[in-house]
């Protein structure tokens, strides 16, 4: 049963330490997203790779935030440092992206992990 | 940035009734997605529609897309009880990968009363 694996479930941190989240994609998908849920925001895309490489990380900010993909079978969110607001719920989803149509293009997510900082 | 907007926000109806959500989005779009979410739980993908098809059908959904007016429906026939949930539409707007930049609506909250 091949899902898209996320850990921690839950993270409890005070302000100011690193974060680390990691993502295990599905074997042989090969478009890899990270995605922050809050109420206000809803869901929003932090940033996306393909065959390991960012594609666009717009979304993410960067003088905290940075997401890696050491290799095929896992990708890293980090926040150093973590503020209050950074608190949600971060999705990773993994796909199968390519140029035949006759690929189905959706996006299998993780569980997620569910950030509170203090 | 999100690109989709949902209609409605929220939507309470009974076991038995139809439902219909609506999404409406901003630039072109390679394909719209429509998915699921439970309280608490990741996303599940329900149906996928290319730009260049107009209804979609699987199961007990229906979806519909206008290009012209970049609005995507969702309706959920002879809903059940189980089918309370998010439901929130995606839309992929580059050109030449499936699975590309997906961006999410805002969502719909669906309650489905027995």
């Known amino acids: 049963d091949a899902r898209v694996t996320q850990t921690p479930r839950h993270k409890v941190t005070e302000m100011g330490q690193e974060v680390t989240m990691r993502c295990q994609p599905i074997?042989?998908?090969?478009?890899v997203f990270w995605y922050r849920q809050t109420m206000m925001q809803g869901l929003e895309l932090l940033a996306y790779?393909?065959?390991?490489?960012?594609?666009?990380d717009s979304g993410m900010p960067k003088d905290r935030f940075s997401a890696e993909m050491p290799d095929a079978t896992l990708a890293t969110l980090k926040i150093q440092p973590s503020e209050p607001r950074d608190s949600a719920v971060y999705f990773c989803a993994s796909g199968l992206g390519s140029p035949d149509p006759g690929i189905k293009g959706e996006a299998f997510f993780g569980q997620g992990t569910r950030l509170t900082v203090v | 940035s999100q690109q989709g907007e949902e209609d409605p926000q929220a939507l309470s109806i009974q076991e038995g009734e139809n439902a219909t959500m609506n999404c409406s989005y901003k630039t072109s779009i390679n394909n719209l997605q429509w998915y699921r979410q439970n309280s608490g739980r990741g996303l599940v993908h329900l149906i996928l529609i290319r730009s260049n098809e107009r209804e979609k059908h699987s199961g007990r959904l229906r979806v519909t897309l206008d290009t012209s007016k970049k609005s995507s429906s969702l309706l959920i026939t002879a809903s059940r009880a189980a089918d309370t949930a998010s439901y929130f539409c995606a839309t992929d707007a580059t050109s030449f990968y499936n699975t590309d930049k997906l961006i999410f609506g805002t969502g719909t909250r669906l309650q489905v009363f027995p």
């Open positions: 790779f393909r065959n390991r490489a960012p594609l666009d």
């Open positions: 074997l042989g998908h090969n478009t």
